[in-house]
């Protein structure tokens, strides 16, 4: 089944690279970037004009790397969601909880990660079935939100997303965070055109997390 061995990738690199770009050439070439370094979780936000053809690229690219998984983010909708999953993304992933979203991806058996900040929202998308939860925006709270979290909620997938950093990612990871996001300042070198500056954050992102793993 093609959603376990997506959670199951996602549980085992521990890394989502959030990327968030001009163009779809620029987003291919940061994807690209990020991959080489190892982080093979891409999700590539709707913010990036005709982002379909991106993930079309993407998948086609890397269908023969089965570590290499390629979501769409910023899915505020069901129709979104549908698009995405149509141009073929593996999973999808919100900045708020949307019912309609999560029964579309639950139809298509594909991952909706959708973005809560409370306990009770991470209750309510748990229950209309998200296997992960997105915890957004991760700057407005502390990692000790999650080990928080787990004390009433044990059962609960979260993915930090905004403000992980490689100063603090392992400590994200080791309150219990499954898999972190990071995008701002992994991506901010593609201003400059510096992409290997990009593959160079990825593999410190991925040896940070690693470490927590051993």
């Not at 709707?46 to 079309?56: K, L, R």
């Not at 296997?131 to 999650?146: M, R, Y």
Request: charged share 20%; with cysteine; hydrophobic share 45%.
């Amino acid at each position: 089944m093609k959603k376990l061995s997506v959670l199951q990738n996602l549980e085992q690199q521990k890394v989502v690279a959030v990327i968030r770009t001009d163009s779809v050439a620029q987003a291919i070439k940061v994807a690209d970037a990020c991959i080489a370094g190892g982080m093979k979780q891409i999700e590539l936000t709707y913010s990036i004009p005709n982002v379909e053809n991106a993930v079309e690229q993407l998948q086609t690219d890397y269908q023969d790397d089965s570590e290499v998984t390629i979501g769409v983010g910023t899915v505020l909708d069901a129709y979104t969601a549908r698009q995405a999953i149509f141009a073929g993304a593996s999973f999808i992933v919100g900045p708020s909880f949307d019912a309609d979203t999560a029964k579309l991806c639950n139809l298509y058996q594909v991952p909706y990660f959708p973005g809560c900040l409370t306990v009770t929202e991470v209750k309510e998308a748990m229950e209309a079935g998200a296997d992960i939860v997105k915890i957004f925006p991760g700057s407005n709270i502390s990692p000790g939100f999650i080990k928080a979290v787990h004390g009433p909620v044990p059962q609960a997938n979260m993915m930090p997303t905004g403000g992980v950093s490689l100063d603090n990612i392992q400590e994200w990871l080791k309150n219990g965070a499954i898999v972190v996001g990071v995008g701002g300042n992994l991506v901010a070198p593609a201003k400059e055109g510096n992409y290997q500056k990009i593959t160079e954050l990825a593999k410190e992102y991925m040896a940070k997390a690693r470490e927590v793993s051993i």
